[in-house]
């Protein structure tokens, strides 16, 4: 008896880790006043102002992710085939740097050979004083650090002057569907519709207790 309420403890214990790693969320159109900014990029160390990365950019996905985070791990591979596959169609993509130091930063791109423009807010971990936890909080977004979370921008539909860009926009409160996303993403630029089963993308998976960086699973 004993033993069968131990394995059952271990299990519930497991399956916890499982689904507190899982937090994938679809995409929703919420009020946010969502600001022009500028932010030192990861990589170079200089100005990146988001005003001028979105001119000419059908869509911009704006993640903003914590490198240590096992939800931003998952994610960032099929972002960068994203980029790869629709960079050239009007899509950009880029990361806000959350909760960590600059070195640990490029490191994490490095591993994970991320190749779409990064920048950070913070390094460290005082999240409340960020604007990533502003926005989140005023979209509903109930996670302790919210990583990684989505904001995207439609550039056609920004403020022609001012700090705010825009009032209204969609986001993603958690891990982005990578399906949805790619559909999201094939209708924002004007492209043909696909069948998901017939273009799958790897992607970790989200139901291991301890997953490593690049880590795949095939569907």
Same mark, same amino acid.
């Given at each position: 008896?004993?033993?069968?309420?131990?394995?059952?403890?271990?299990?519930?214990?497991?399956?916890?880790?499982?689904?507190?790693?899982?937090?994938?969320?679809?995409?929703?159109?919420?009020?946010?006043?969502?600001?022009?900014?500028?932010?030192?990029?990861?990589?170079?160390?200089?100005?990146?102002?988001?005003?001028? *990365?979105?001119?000419?950019?059908?869509?911009?996905?704006?993640?903003?992710?914590?490198?240590?985070?096992?939800?931003?791990?998952?994610?960032?591979?099929?972002?960068?085939?994203?980029?790869?596959?629709?960079?050239?169609?009007?899509?950009?993509?880029?990361?806000?740097?959350?909760?960590?130091?600059?070195?640990?930063?490029?490191?994490?791109?490095?591993?994970?050979?991320?190749?779409?423009?990064?920048?950070?807010?913070?390094?460290?971990?005082?999240?409340?004083?960020?604007?990533?936890?502003?926005?989140?909080?005023?979209?509903?977004?109930?996670?302790?650090?919210?990583?990684?979370?989505?904001?995207? *921008?439609?550039?056609?539909?920004?403020?022609?002057?001012?700090?705010?860009?825009?009032?209204?926009?969609?986001?993603?409160?958690?891990?982005?569907?990578?399906?949805?996303?790619?559909?999201?993403?094939?209708?924002?630029?004007?492209?043909?519709?696909?069948?998901?089963?017939?273009?799958?993308?790897?992607?970790?998976?989200?139901?291991?207790?301890?997953?490593?960086?690049?880590?795949?699973?095939?569907?």
């Amino acid at each position: 008896m004993i033993k069968c309420l131990f394995a059952l403890i271990i299990a519930l214990f497991a399956f916890s880790l499982s689904f507190a790693q899982n937090e994938q969320s679809p995409i929703l159109e919420k009020e946010i006043s969502y600001k022009n900014w500028t932010y030192k990029d990861v990589r170079t160390n200089e100005d990146l102002t988001f005003r001028d *990365l979105a001119k000419e950019k059908k869509l911009v996905v704006v993640v903003y992710y914590a490198p240590w985070c096992h939800n931003w791990q998952h994610d960032a591979p099929f972002l960068q085939k994203f980029y790869d596959k629709y960079k050239a169609s009007g899509l950009e993509i880029v990361g806000v740097g959350e909760y960590d130091p600059v070195a640990s930063m490029k490191t994490n791109l490095d591993t994970l050979k991320i190749t779409f423009p990064v920048v950070y807010e913070s390094e460290d971990r005082n999240r409340e004083k960020t604007k990533h936890y502003e926005y989140r909080k005023s979209t509903g977004d109930t996670r302790n650090w919210g990583s990684p979370w989505y904001i995207l *921008l439609e550039p056609a539909s920004f403020e022609k002057k001012g700090d705010t860009l825009v009032k209204r926009s969609n986001v993603i409160n958690g891990e982005m569907i990578a399906v949805e996303g790619e559909k999201f993403i094939r209708e924002k630029l004007g492209l043909p519709a696909i069948d998901a089963k017939g273009d799958k993308i790897e992607v970790c998976d989200p139901d291991k207790p301890e997953k490593k960086i690049g880590e795949l699973k095939k569907p």
